[in-house]
T-cell receptor, first 117, second 114 residues
Framework: GAVVSQHPSWVICKSGTSVKIECRSL??????MFWYRQFPKQSLMLMAT?????????EQGVEKDKFLINHASLTLSTLTVTSAHPEDSSFYIC?????????????FGPGTRLTVL | GDSVTQMEGPVTLSEEAFLTINCTYT??????LFWYVQYPGEGLQLLLK?????DKGSNKGFEATYRKETTSFHLEKGSVQVSDSAVYFC?????????????FGTGTRLTIIP
């Protein structure tokens, strides 16, 4: 149980376009989802935390107008990279948890590799 | 702020060898410590955790002990298998179950050869 999927697994886009990445909890209700970014040979950096039905909370230094996060249902959150540029190329990972269940850990998706040309 | 420093890889070992992956941390207060594993093509999975000093987390033959005096949480396994090949991440959190903000190390890629 506790499976999280991401779609797409990889995407290539042109500079200036927008890209949407989906994160789904397949067998539990995700009251909270987290979005991370990972650069090569670097650690996962938390970008934002989103609670279902609320606006996301962004970490310091993350542009909320560039990285739009929507968490409109208990099984789906989306990250939209707007007006993407080559420096946005990275590996994006989501995780999810059901905050109504005491002590439930975060469960991670397999990640989405974004390449901006 | 909080940080995790992890042994750089990649690490290549022969099957049945002893494994140690070093992890040290810097944190305010008393964090919980975690090891996550990522197998090829899959998401990160919690491998083991420890929530207070001197606690030992263990799972699948892996162990790590929360050492407050040395701010360390080194991962060990006595006899590795080919199936242990993966990327291992050390992490800390202010909560017991990592359901709040996690701070990760850079990850260590482990390859076990038969």
């Amino acid at each position: 149980g506790a499976v999280v999927s991401q779609h797409p697994s990889w995407v290539i886009c042109k500079s200036g376009t927008s890209v949407k990445i989906e994160c789904r909890s397949l067998d539990f209700q995700a009251t909270t989802m987290f979005w991370y970014r990972q650069f090569p040979k670097q650690s996962l950096m938390l970008m934002a935390t989103s609670n279902e039905g609320s606006k996301a909370t962004y970490e310091q230094g993350v542009e909320k107008d560039k990285f739009l996060i929507n968490h409109a249902s208990l099984t789906l959150s989306t990250l939209t990279v707007t007006s993407a540029h080559p420096e946005d190329s990275s590996f994006y990972i989501c995780s999810a948890r059901d905050g109504r269940l005491a002590g439930l850990e975060q469960f991670f998706g397999p990640g989405t590799r974004l390449t901006v040309l | 702020g909080d940080s995790v420093t992890q042994m750089e890889g990649p690490v290549t070992l022969s099957e049945e060898a002893f494994l140690t992956i070093n992890c040290t941390y810097t944190a305010t207060g008393y964090p919980s410590l975690f090891w996550y594993v990522q197998y090829p093509g899959e998401g990160l999975q919690l491998l083991l955790k420890a929530t207070k000093a001197d606690d030992k987390g263990s799972n699948k033959g892996f162990e790590a002990t929360y050492r407050k005096e040395t701010t360390s949480f080194h991962l060990e396994k006595g006899s590795v298998q080919v199936s242990d090949s993966a990327v291992y991440f050390c992490a800390l959190s202010a909560s017991d179950f990592g359901n709040e903000k996690l701070t990760f190390g850079t990850g260590t890629r482990l390859t076990i050869i038969p």
